[in-house]
């Protein structure tokens, strides 16, 4: 098999299995209990936290443990609207935000915020000028991603965090697919909220973390014990946030080396597949994107049928449908940059790792290729193609 999927999940290190395996059976207490068999837990979240903190240049009480980046980004939108609602309702974000924070604007505009979504342009890279004209008086927060999951593309992050610093707005980031993959300092991006989640990095699944810069207005986001603060309650996730905090102590050091070699390889992989795949474009910008990200459209293809192929060939990938199966919307990110319905459906993301070599990439344009002549034969759209060609 080979995994080309790894913006949906990482496989966990297995140091970091290690890592967590003596939470379940040996140090297996409640952290909040007082005798001292607690005591070696509650040094195991500090440490993670300490970890994890220096991994942003941010203080250990600016680190909030949640059950990943989908509760980070609830919380980071929810707490916001509730804690500001005296300034105001208005929200700044864009149309290619994962569905953690798009559903959950639509959720925020049924309790009455106001959203305005800011278009990308063919890279899906947002218009610094229009997002400092969206602020007004009542805007309390901007919320735009630091890298897109399904297109790679990276945000001008300094600049909004130079923006919203001078206009007195809260600035969250989606950093679910950049931590840890690229360097990111909270204060020199001027970032207040910023959400992460393990699994995206070699870690386990399950366990994220919002970061709160310290005196942001943000409401407590689950209610019941004192835990983290009593801001987000719940006994700890004692083997999860261990796990997180050796995935991101095994990746700090070794980022900037992986993220070369994977630029490497997946410049390789978007030169080989542009020029041996005919009607095949690169969505995304060719630079400004994550080091691990390619994604493709080949017109006259159906996604879903080269997905099924590549899996009969043993190769995991995605498409740029929605990622809920069943569904069969285009993806509203590949809409965004103005690709067109047909060209949309015929997408392919396929997305490295540190252990991904080039003979893998070989193998899977090798058999791409293969597949996309077989589908173009049976597509009576391509039928056409070649006809209008003749004449
Ligand atoms: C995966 C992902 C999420 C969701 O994180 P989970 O930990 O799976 O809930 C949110 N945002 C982005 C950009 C992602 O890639």
Request: glycine content about 6%.
């Amino acid at each position: 098999m080979i995994y080309l999927d790894n913006a949906a999940t990482t496989m966990a290190m297995p140091e970091v299995l290690e890592a967590m395996a003596p939470y379940f059976t040996q140090a297996y207490a409640n952290p909040s209990s007082v005798y001292s068999f607690a005591a070696d837990n509650k040094k195991a979240i500090d440490d993670a936290r300490h970890i994890i903190a220096e991994s942003l240049n941010a203080a250990d009480n600016e680190i909030f443990f949640t059950a990943g980046g989908t509760e980070s980004d609830n919380w980071a939108l929810i707490g916001a609207f509730e804690a500001n609602s005296q300034k105001g309702s208005h929200i700044i974000t864009t149309r290619i935000e994962h569905h953690a924070v798009l559903h959950t604007c639509e959720y925020l505009e049924s309790r009455g915020a106001e959203i305005t979504y800011l278009d990308v342009d063919e890279f899906g890279i947002i218009d610094i000028n229009q997002l400092e004209a969206a602020i007004r008086p009542d805007t309390i927060l901007v919320t735009v991603m630091y890298a897109n999951n399904e297109i790679g593309t990276l945000q001008p992050i300094k600049e909004i965090g130079q923006i919203t610093k001078k206009h007195g707005v809260i600035f969250h980031t989606d950093a679910v697919q950049a931590y840890a993959h690229l360097p990111i300092d909270v204060d020199d991006l001027n970032i207040d909220l910023l959400s992460a989640s393990a699994h995206k990095l070699y870690g386990p699944k399950g366990i994220g973390f919002l970061y709160v810069r310290k005196r942001t207005k943000i409401a407590n986001f689950v209610h019941g014990g004192a835990q983290e603060k009593g801001k987000r309650a719940g006994t700890e996730n004692v083997p999860g946030i261990v796990g997180f905090g050796e995935a991101v102590r095994l990746a700090i050091p070794t980022r900037e080396e992986r993220a070369a070699k994977e630029v490497e390889l997946r410049d390789y992989l978007i030169d080989s597949v542009l020029s041996r795949i005919e009607y095949s474009r690169l969505n995304g910008h060719k630079s400004q994107r994550l080091p691990n990200n390619a994604n493709f459209s080949f017109q006259f293809i159906e996604g879903e049928s080269m997905l099924l192929m590549l899996d009969i060939a043993g190769v995991c990938a995605s498409s740029g449908s929605a990622c809920t199966s069943g569904s069969l919307d285009p993806s509203h990110v590949l809409l965004a940059i103005g690709l067109a319905h047909e060209t949309a459906h015929g997408s392919l993301r396929l997305t490295l790792n540190h252990t991904t070599t080039k003979e893998e990439l070989d193998y899977v344009v090798g058999k791409l290729e293969e597949i996309i002549i077989k589908l173009r034969a049976m597509s009576p759209l391509y039928e056409d193609h070649l006809k209008r060609q003749k004449n």
